[in-house]
């Protein structure tokens, strides 16, 4: 007993220091995750569009920044619909918002760039 409260004397300040020095650099676990990764190495690349994409954003009044900034960036990969094997480029579904989605977004993420496939507003 005498040596667990010597663990917990020096462990619980040490876990709040390091609490708050890795806070303060904003630090966090949350990229580590396969959607965040996804999502991070997706908006680094440059962005193209199908035809049928342009279409839709114009029949739907949305434009790039929208898309990029919005439905990638806050949307959520629907890794069971998406083929993140698939070689040389593997593509993806996002739907936007998580909850009630109103847009799905397929795309391919080749090493260079992404090809936005299609857009579908759902509700």
């Known amino acids: ?6 663990y917990a004397i020096g462990f619980i300040p040490g876990l709040l220091i390091v609490f708050f020095i890795l806070n303060k ?4 676990c949350s990229g580590y995750l396969p959607n965040s990764r996804v999502i991070a190495e997706t908006l680094s690349k440059e962005f193209t569009y199908t035809e049928e994409v342009k279409n839709a954003m114009n029949a ?11 439905i990638i960036t806050n949307g ?14 593997p593509d ?20 260079e760039n992404v090809t936005v496939k299609t857009l579908k507003k759902l509700n």
């Open 1 to 6: 007993m005498k040596k667990l409260k010597f």
């Open 25 to 28: 650099k904003g630090a966090s």
């Open 60 to 70: 739907y009044k949305i434009d790039e920044k929208f898309v990029k900034d919005s």
């Open 76 to 89: 959520k990969v629907d890794f069971d619909r998406s083929h993140a094997q698939k070689k040389p480029c």
């Open 92 to 111: 993806y579904l996002i739907i936007y918002p998580e909850k009630k989605p109103a847009y799905e977004i397929t795309f391919e993420k080749c090493e």
